[in-house]
């Protein structure tokens, strides 16, 4: 008798349990960077490049209606840990930024950033994206190729702070 109604218990919940998993709930969001993210951004920009962008330089970049500047803020925090900045000109999306917070390198929040750029470019029909990086800067260069982009060519002595090269890189969309 006892182990009927334990069965007809177990059954019964086997019955009620959802048959769909639930969706995917991921613990960070992407978003338009607002000005309560500037100083988390401008201290992640000071933090990771020799001649940093200013405030005001990333003021601009909101205003420009070509522009698109995001963060990623982990649902924990609330602090962006990522940012990344792009343009779109003609049918061609420009990376102009991608960067994390030191802290916060190697967690996968740069890719998560490039993969929602390139989502929301091929969501757009964009023909092409495009960046340059530094020679030295292998890092980001094994980031870009992990999504696909390929060198297609060198700006001699591009930055001017120690006359590096840059590597120009690009990821046809559509091949
Ligand atoms: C380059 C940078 C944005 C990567 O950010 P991140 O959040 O640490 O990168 P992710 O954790 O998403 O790594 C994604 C992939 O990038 C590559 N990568 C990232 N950091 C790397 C490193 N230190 N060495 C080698 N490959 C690296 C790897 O292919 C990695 O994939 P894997 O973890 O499966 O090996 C970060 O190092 C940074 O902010 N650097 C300073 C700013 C900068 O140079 N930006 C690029 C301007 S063009």
């Not at 102009?96 to 916060?104: K, R």
């Not at 190697?106 to 993969?115: D, P, T, V």
């Not at 060198?151 to 091949?175: F, K, S």
Request: charge should be negative; proline fraction near 7%; glycine fraction near 2%.
């Amino acid at each position: 008798m006892e182990e009927d109604r334990l069965r007809f218990t177990r059954d019964s919940l086997i019955d009620c349990a959802p048959k769909v998993a639930p969706p995917f709930q991921p613990d960070f969001v992407i978003a338009p960077c607002l000005s309560a993210d500037l100083p988390a951004v401008v201290e992640i920009e000071r933090l990771s490049f020799p001649t940093p962008w200013d405030r005001l330089a990333f003021e601009e970049e909101m205003r420009r209606p070509f522009a698109r500047l995001e963060v990623l803020r982990p649902k924990a925090t609330g602090i962006a840990v990522a940012f990344c900045d792009y343009w779109l000109v003609a049918d061609e999306v420009q990376i102009l930024n991608i960067a994390a917070h030191p802290e916060a390198r190697r967690k996968g929040f740069a890719a998560r950033l490039l993969a929602h750029i390139v989502e929301q470019a091929r969501l757009a029909s964009f023909r092409l994206l495009s960046l340059e990086v530094r020679l030295s800067n292998t890092p980001a260069q094994a980031l870009y190729r992990k999504f696909g982009f390929r060198d297609v060519g060198l700006r001699p002595r591009y930055y001017a702070d120690n006359q590096e090269d840059a590597v120009l890189m690009d990821l046809v969309l559509g091949e």
